[in-house]
């Protein structure tokens, strides 16, 4: 299949490559649009930072002016006028802009939290290109309320993790609105040289128009946003300062979990106090050493759990700051997984098969504990960026007791274990780079070791049009018996993985094809994520948009796709699948789309049976979906889609709705609601293996009815752009009733059950499942980089055979089950050195 779609793809590339990456001849003033420069000016004075743009100050420049749109209607010049002025001097680099409005009473005004983004507000923002590479970038915006935001961008990836300590102030006015920043050079890295040109774009919101614009012209049908930027130049004669910079925290919490002992009445508190420290040290210009001594996660946000019936692992986010802050670097070639930090134990799973006798377990704690967490990152002025990450954790054990003598043990389910990322990205011209990465778990204590190996590269042509990226792994386990994690060998597993893609990737229209291959050994789940391997799937896509109003439409979107899956070994087939799409945004800014996709023939799926090579024949399926997004600029907006599945062979169907109401009470208060409903009916999956008297080895299906209901409520109540008060609600009900039960057969179809085979589905249970969460925020950005936060969480986990049919009495008797109930109280305070040396001097 791949080779029969390389002379479709050769003859659409020649019928459709344009005289320029923008799919037209560029003339002098569509350059103009694009390559702006502008010369920055050294101020004696520093601006005061009150939202009023003092004239003998700030006009000692020229401001960049001409903005044009980005969205709608690309390439049009923006609708209203900007002025934006840019200074420096030895600290900090400033910006002013005055935004000028014809209608100034309609500027939005929405708060939100701090990194919220685009909330019902008009916003202005900053991106820096400091190395002037065209691929990196930090961005610092700020909305017409002061609320910040700051992302930094980094080969195409956007992470809004990331907090830099910087200072604005607005102000509205008959004219419009106006806003001021000073950014410190120690928020923000660039080379060590006397004259500086950095790569500078400006952006400009207009909400109640829905219109993006910036400075230097983003063309929506070019791929890439940094790579469309202006420049700045003469900024001369600036340095880097000591970037040293402290963060320490202390907290508190409360916890409490009703006693599940024999005194029911009896309540189970604990309390705690906890200290610690995270440390940022600029080694140099371009490199910081990031530290956390006695890491507190406490207040991290509850993971949206789910009830797993498949084969394969769920992976939830991880949403503690020092692994999802200034970690792009680490992730780029997806082997860094940081939740396996402090995750579950590798020998958790293993201490029932270790009780000698009447032993019990007493505790077996799910998590390992983090003890510290350093990384070293940056890039020089030459492109090649370095990245160091190492932490470690320290033993875990489970508490074990013989219920006749009371004897007590310990069984060690994970040693002391060093984890261990180091990567070497090299920026290359036109948008292009070379990453290698290697990934290292080292455990003590005789368990084994784990090792990954990966080069992933990409380039570009000179028109931005046409792209090849690709890439490999070479995992290794040291030690590990892949048969029995409890076991130990003196062996090397070996594993692989490799891809190729290229794509057109500019222009109106788009396709590619991609191949990717892993192998039967290839593991990457000590430090990594992988769902399954021993996989080989080729595919292929095109699509295309138009960029401009088309008819009643703002921009359209149209795909087609087509997957073909194999086994790696043995080299069999699994699976072959067709899809497509419409994507389209009308005039009045609300957005829908319609999705379709169809399996001809049988997928033979190897995994679902637990029992590798056994197959299971998945009968062809087709399925469909419909949604719809309102305008989110009315005081209530609406997302909401609905879809089904449906299969023959077996009589499958399944259909899901999602019903997502957004509330805009005012400026301060918002909430959204979020609705899911989904059947599914005669799902057949693996339900049980069991041995006959013969030791003859079967396997069970079963048939259920699954029926799952998810509610979420997010609110916030923001007092203003320093504090507010958030709250997330979540409860997941799911439940799994068995209608019926079959014996898969060697050919992977299924046949009805003995009455002998009947008595083995006694033990297999219905399953209903409920988790209910709720964090409750405040948090005080008393100064800039200190923070207070104030915590409530609570948590709900219940798992029975007892289907319940009713939702509210479901909820009755999930809020009556015990329950944990958190609360915290967290101070961080931000030290920079610079501040606190020029306090004490004076």
């Known amino acids: 299949m791949f080779t029969k779609l390389l002379p479709l793809l050769l003859i659409l590339t020649i019928c459709t490559t344009p005289a320029s990456a923008s799919g037209q001849d560029d003339t002098e003033a569509e350059k103009n649009k694009r390559n702006k420069t502008l010369k920055a000016e050294r101020t004696l004075a520093a601006p005061v930072l009150d939202g009023h743009l003092e004239p003998e100050v700030w006009q000692q420049v020229t401001p960049a002016t001409n903005f044009f749109r980005y969205d709608p209607l690309n390439g049009k010049p923006s609708s209203q006028k900007s002025e934006v002025y840019m200074l420096y001097d030895n600290d900090a680099v400033y910006f002013g802009a005055i935004l000028y409005d014809s209608a100034p009473d309609s500027v939005l005004t929405q708060l939100g939290q701090r990194d919220s983004g685009e909330n019902n507000s008009d916003m202005f923002g900053v991106y820096l290109d400091t190395y002037n590479d065209k691929q990196n970038a930090f961005a610092f915006l700020v909305s017409a309320a002061g609320v910040q935001t700051d992302i930094k961008y980094s080969q195409g990836r956007e992470d809004w993790n990331w907090d830099a300590v910087w200072e604005s102030s607005v102000r509205t006015h008959d004219r419009g609105w106006t806003v001021e920043m000073r950014i410190p050079y120690g928020a923000i890295r660039f080379p060590k040289a006397e004259i500086q040109n950095w790569g500078l774009n400006y952006m400009r919101v207009i909400r109640r128009d829905r219109e ?15 790579n469309q930027e202006g420049r700045a130049i003469g900024i001369d004669g600036i340095e880097s300062p000591v970037r040293l910079q402290f963060m320490p925290y202390v907290s508190g919490y409360v916890n409490h979990y009703p006693n599940k002992g024999e005194n029911k009445n009896q309540k189970d508190f604990s309390k705690s106090i906890n200290g610690g420290m995270d440390v940022k040290y600029g080694i140099n210009d371009a490199f910081t050493l990031d530290v956390t001594l006695i890491p507190d996660f406490g207040q991290t946000q509850s993971d949206n759990q789910i009830l797993n019936l498949g084969p394969f692992e769920v992976k939830y986010s991880e949403n503690r700051q020092f692994f999802t802050e200034g970690t792009e670097l680490f992730n780029k070639a997806g082997l860094f997984y940081s939740r396996r930090i402090g995750a579950t134990p590798v020998g958790r799973g293993t201490v029932e098969d270790q009780l000698i006798g009447r032993e019990a377990v007493v505790s077996n704690p799910r998590e390992t504990q983090l003890l510290n967490a350093a990384k070293v ?51 290359l011209p036109r948008n292009s780079y070379l990453t290698f990465t290697n990934t290292n778990v080292t455990r003590t204590r005789g368990f084994y070791d784990a090792n990954v190996t990966g080069l992933r590269m990409r380039f570009a042509d000179k028109q931005n049009m046409f792209a090849l990226t690709t890439g490999g792994n070479l995992s290794q386990l040291y030690g590990k018996d892949t048969d029995n994690d409890l076991q130990t060998n003196d062996g090397t597993t070996l594993g692989h993985q490799y891809f190729v893609n290229l794509s057109k990737i500019s222009g109106n229209l788009q396709y590619g094809i991609d191949h990717n291959v892993e192998s039967n050994t290839y593991d990457i789940n000590d430090l990594g ?35 073909h899956n194999m086994l790696y070994a043995p080299a069999e087939f699994s699976s072959l699948s067709f899809s497509g799409g419409t994507n389209v945004r009308f005039r009045n800014f609300t957005s829908a789309w319609l999705n379709v996709g169809v399996r001809p023939g049988d997928q033979h799926d190897y995994f679902e049976a637990r029992s590798f090579p056994q197959v299971f024949l998945r009968p062809p399926a087709y399925d469909s979906n419909i949604g719809i997004s309102t305008d989110y600029r009315k005081r209530i907006a609406l997302d909401a889609s609905t879809g089904f599945w449906r299969s023959h062979r077996y009589d499958q169907n399944s259909w899901w709705l999602d019903f997502s109401p957004r509330f805009r009470v005012n400026d301060k208060f918002s909430i959204v609601n979020g609705n899911n409903f989904e059947k599914e009916i005669r799902n057949i999956g693996f339900a049980k293996e069991y041995k006959d008297k013969e030791q003859q080895a079967h396997i069970l299906f079963g048939d259920r009815t699954i029926t799952t209901v998810s509610t979420t409520i997010s609110s916030a109540y923001i007092f203003n752009e320093r504090s507010g008060l958030t709250l997330n609600m979540r409860h997941y009900w799911s439940r799994a009733a068995y209608k019926d039960f079959f014996e898969l057969t060697k050919k992977g179809l299924l046949q009805q059950l003995t009455q002998e085979q009947n008595a083995y589905t006694t033990d297999i249970e219905n399953i209903n499942y409920n988790t209910f969460t709720m964090d409750l925020v405040y948090s005080w950005r008393f100064a800039p980089g200190s923070e207070l936060r104030v915590v409530w969480k609570n948590f709900i986990e219940d798992k029975s055979d007892q289907i319940q049919n009713r939702y509210f009495d479901n909820m009755s008797n999930t809020l009556s089950v015990p329950q944990n109930n958190n609360f915290s109280v967290k101070l961080l305070y931000f030290i920079d050195y610079i501040s606190l040396k020029n306090v004490l001097s004076a």
């Open 212 to 226: 993006k614009s910036y400075w230097s012209h983003v063309d929506n049908s070019v791929s890439g946003l940094i």
């Open 377 to 427: 990152s940056g890039r020089t002025r030459r492109g090649l960026g370095i990245g160091i990450f190492n932490a470690f954790t320290g033993n875990s054990y489970a508490t074990v007791q013989d219920s006749t003598t009371g004897v007590s043990r310990k069984i060690l389910t994970d040693p002391i274990s060093n984890y261990n990322v180091f990567v070497l990205d090299q920026t």
């Open 529 to 563: 994520f992988i769902s399954n391997n021993n996989e080989m799937s080729t595919g292929a896509y095109i699509k295309y948009s138009f960029y401009q109003p088309v008819w009643k439409f703002l921009s359209w979107s149209n795909s087609l796709n087509v997957n």
